[in-house]
């Protein structure tokens, strides 16, 4: 059975007559024993040690107060401790933990050494002056100091810097458009529909089925790539309803619906023969579907059944063949990068065969499927179609119609 820890005791310094606790093998003094001020400030730092990670209460030191002589790299190690724990989603790290470590990583090439406390406004211009010579765009160096100066932050909440040095650092203006060397980010465009339609031959039968998929329900690529049949409401044979286990907001407490019509759901219905809980599309079943096909391309007069024996026999082989270069398995869903992955592969092997094809990417299936509803049911339709909370964000999504501008001009221009 496991002890539990024990609470650092509340004790009297007879020489000066202060009460005083020892914490990590240092004494604080806090006021004169017995007083309420006293008690007041023993029960802080108590307080202090039950809001540290578990993990770290057995590091915890006096020394990390204000004034303290931390590197930066300390800082950071300590900063994604925590945030290891705080980014989290049903027990999984979250993008936004590693979308910190990439901005970070900069922070600590140049600075790594530097005392925590030394870090002031000049140094984040240094840093978004490095960021400017890698080529990186306005927006995302705007994003990534940001982060940068959320560390700061958290280490005066922990108050392990002075606050003056998150207001010092509050200073320093974000990057403005056009008024800095950094370039600007190309908005997302919409891909045309025969762009759309000359892929679908030259992906497998799963891919062409999530970008078909995507496109008519206005997805995020991150909610086609995840779809099971027991997040479909399918009660109603005129609509069905998709309700994601995970989405872009959801952290938030939104709630996300995509709408599925007679078109998504002949799309649907030959991956709805399998157990609820597994994922409709796999790469598993596109890989066997594959060797197969090239499979009866090699072997075309091949009339006769494949036998398990001989099924047997060639999982041997390929056991034997791929015993020192053996590839990782294929998972039982794609995830974002393989979903563009294997668009991409379309993409080539269209190209390959002659066909015309501009390069376009899954993301912009979305804003497609926005621009098209905004166009002819109106901004509020495209909103609720999205499952935006706010127009705002719509308008990033679904382009302004310029017919309706070059109509007024006609007419009153």
């Known amino acids: 059975m496991s002890r539990r820890p024990s609470v650092p005791s509340y004790g009297l310094h007879k020489a000066s007559g202060q009460a005083r606790v020892t914490i990590a093998g240092r004494t604080i003094y806090l006021g004169k024993y017995g007083s309420p001020e006293s008690h007041e400030q023993y029960a802080r730092e108590i307080a202090r040690i039950a809001a540290a990670p578990r993990d770290a209460r057995s590091n915890l030191k006096l020394a990390d107060v204000v004034g303290a002589d931390l590197t930066i790299d300390e800082l950071l190690l300590r900063y994604l401790q925590w945030a290891d724990t705080y980014y989290r989603w049903n027990g999984k790290r979250t993008k936004e933990f590693r979308s910190t470590v990439e901005a970070l990583r900069l922070l600590r090439q140049l600075y790594g050494s530097t005392p925590a ?75 045309a529909l025969a762009d759309i339609e000359a892929v679908l031959p030259y992906v497998s039968a799963q891919v062409a089925a999530m970008i078909q998929l995507q496109f008519h329900g206005a997805m995020r690529p991150a909610e086609v790539t995840i779809m099971r049949r027991c997040d479909l409401d399918m009660s109603d044979p005129e609509n069905w309803v998709y309700r994601p286990a995970a989405f872009k907001t959801q952290y938030l407490g939104d709630e996300r619906e995509v709408y599925l019509g007679k078109q998504c759901q002949a799309i649907l219905k030959p991956f709805l023969d399998r157990p609820d809980d597994a994922y409709l599309f796999s790469p598993q079943e596109s890989e066997a579907e594959r060797n197969e096909k090239r499979h009866l391309e090699r072997n075309p007069d091949r009339k006769t059944k494949v036998y398990p024996c001989e099924l047997r026999q060639r999982e041997k082989r390929k056991a034997k063949s791929t015993l020192k270069t053996a590839k990782r398995p294929k998972r039982d869903h794609y995830d974002v990068d393989s979903y563009r992955r294997a668009v991409t592969y379309g993409i080539k092997q269209a190209r390959k065969h002659g066909v015309e094809v501009k390069p376009w990417c899954p993301r912009q299936l979305r804003h497609t499927m926005a621009t098209r509803v905004r166009q002819e049911f109106g901004l509020e339709a495209a909103q609720v179609f999205l499952g935006h909370s706010e127009c705002a964000v719509t308008q990033v999504y679904a382009m302004r119609d310029r017919r309706l501008g070059i109509e007024v001009a006609k007419k009153l221009g």
């Open 117 to 191: 406390h030394e870090f002031g406004p000049r140094a984040l211009k240094n840093l978004q002056a490095a960021s400017i010579e890698k080529g990186w765009c306005r927006r995302t160096i705007n994003t990534r100091i940001n982060r940068i100066r959320r560390v700061f932050k958290w280490g005066v909440s922990e108050e392990l810097l002075p606050p003056s040095l998150f207001h010092a650092l509050a200073t320093v203006a974000g990057l403005q458009y056009g008024r800095s060397a950094a370039p600007e980010s190309q908005p997302t465009e919409t891909v």
